[in-house]
C-alpha cells in the first residue's frame, strides 16, 4: 500500500537571531532548539530523505514565544510543502486580532503552550473566562487549537470543550498520559475521558513510544485501544523533530514499527489523513508525494 506521510508536529529554528530573535516563554531558551536547531530549508531536506511531503510546523514556543514570524516565513517560502501551527497570548484583549492577523499569513492552527520545558506545571489559564473570547472565535472558524498539556490539565480542558462544544482539539503528545500503574489500568487512563467528545484529536508522537517502554506496555496493548476509544480518523502522527534527538528519518521508522500492529487503513489515517482533517491546506493533492509504506 502507498500512501503520503504528513508531520503535524515538526519545530523549525533560524540561526538568524537578528531578524528572528529568541523570546522563550518562561524566559530561557530550551535546550533543544540551543543545541540541534533546524532551519525551514534543513527541515524540507529532512522530509525528502524521510518520505514526508507536507508538514504543519508547529511553533516553537520555547525558542520564540508568541513571535511566530519565523514559522510564517517558512510557510510563506513553501506553501506547496508546509503550514503553519502559530502561538497567541489568549488572555491578551487584542488576542483574536492577532489571530486574525496570523491567519491573513498563513496561520491555520493555534498552538497553546501550557506546560513545558521553559514553563514546568500545569497551568490553568487557558480555563479563566479572559480566554472565552478566543475559544469562541475559534470553534466559530474552526480553527484547530493544539494543547501542549498533561493529563493533570485534563479536567480543566473538560470544562472548555463542555461550554464550546463544537471546538477541534488537537491534544500534543497524547497530552502525556500517565501509563506508570501498567497494561491492566490503560482503560482508566484520563486520556481516554476525552474521547467522547468528537472534536478531541490525539497527535501521536514518540513521546508515546517512549512512555510505553518506560512503563513496560507492549504497543499491541496500548495502540488498539486507542483506536478503540478514539478511531484512527482521530489521530494523526507528528516527529517532533529536531525536538526529540535522532533525525526525522529515524524518528518516522520508529513510529511506523511501533504502529505495524494496525491494519494499513488505519496507518494511513494516522500517517496522512487524519492531518489533512485537521489542516484541509495540507489536502492539496498536487504536491503530494507517494512514499511506499515498507
Not at 493529563?151 to 470544562?159: A, K, P, V
Not at 488498539?224 to 534527538?245: D, Q, V, Y
Not at 504502529?259 to 494499513?264: A, I, P, R
Amino acid at each position: 500500500m502507498t500512501y503520503d506521510t504528513i508531520d503535524i508536529h515538526p519545530h523549525v529554528i533560524s540561526t538568524d537571531t537578528e531578524r528572528y530573535p529568541r523570546a522563550p516563554l518562561g524566559g530561557h531558551q530550551s535546550t533543544w532548539s540551543e543545541e540541534r536547531p533546524v532551519s525551514f530549508e534543513q527541515l524540507l531536506k529532512d522530509m525528502d530523505e524521510a518520505g514526508v511531503s507536507k508538514a504543519a510546523i508547529v511553533q516553537a514556543s520555547t525558542c520564540y514565544g508568541h513571535d511566530n514570524s519565523y514559522v510564517i516565513d517558512a510557510a510563506a517560502a513553501h506553501p506547496d510543502r508546509f503550514t503553519a501551527v502559530c502561538s497567541v497570548d489568549v488572555l491578551a484583549p487584542d488576542a483574536n486580532e492577532r489571530i486574525e492577523s496570523w491567519m491573513r499569513r498563513g496561520m491555520s492552527g493555534l498552538r497553546l503552550f501550557t506546560t513545558g520545558s521553559t514553563l514546568p506545571g500545569q497551568a490553568t489559564w487557558f480555563r479563566d473566562e479572559r480566554t472565552y473570547p478566543t475559544w469562541k472565535f475559534a470553534e466559530e472558524i474552526g480553527l484547530p487549537v493544539c494543547m501542549q498539556m498533561t493529563q493533570d490539565g485534563i479536567t480543566d480542558l473538560r470544562r472548555v470543550i463542555e461550554h464550546f462544544p463544537n471546538i477541534r482539539i488537537v491534544l500534543d503528545h497524547l497530552a502525556r498520559p500517565v501509563l506508570d500503574n501498567g497494561a491492566p489500568m490503560l482503560g482508566a487512563s484520563a486520556l481516554f475521558s476525552l474521547a467522547e467528545f468528537s472534536g478531541v484529536y490525539l497527535k501521536l508522537t514518540v513521546r508515546a513510544f517512549e512512555a510505553l517502554a518506560k512503563a513496560g506496555i507492549p504497543g499491541t496493548d496500548f495502540f488498539p485501544l486507542l483506536l478503540e476509544k478514539f478511531g484512527a480518523g482521530r489521530i494523526a502522527w507528528g516527529s517532533n523533530h529536531p525536538a526529540s534527538a535522532g533525525g526525522l528519518k529515524a524518528l518516522k521508522a520508529k513510529a511506523e514499527i511501533g504502529l505495524s500492529m494496525l491494519s494499513d487503513h488505519d496507518r494511513a489515517s494516522i500517517f496522512r489523513r487524519t492531518a489533512q482533517t485537521i489542516y484541509p491546506v495540507l489536502a492539496d493533492a498536487s504536491a503530494t508525494r507517494s512514499v511506499e509504506n515498507a
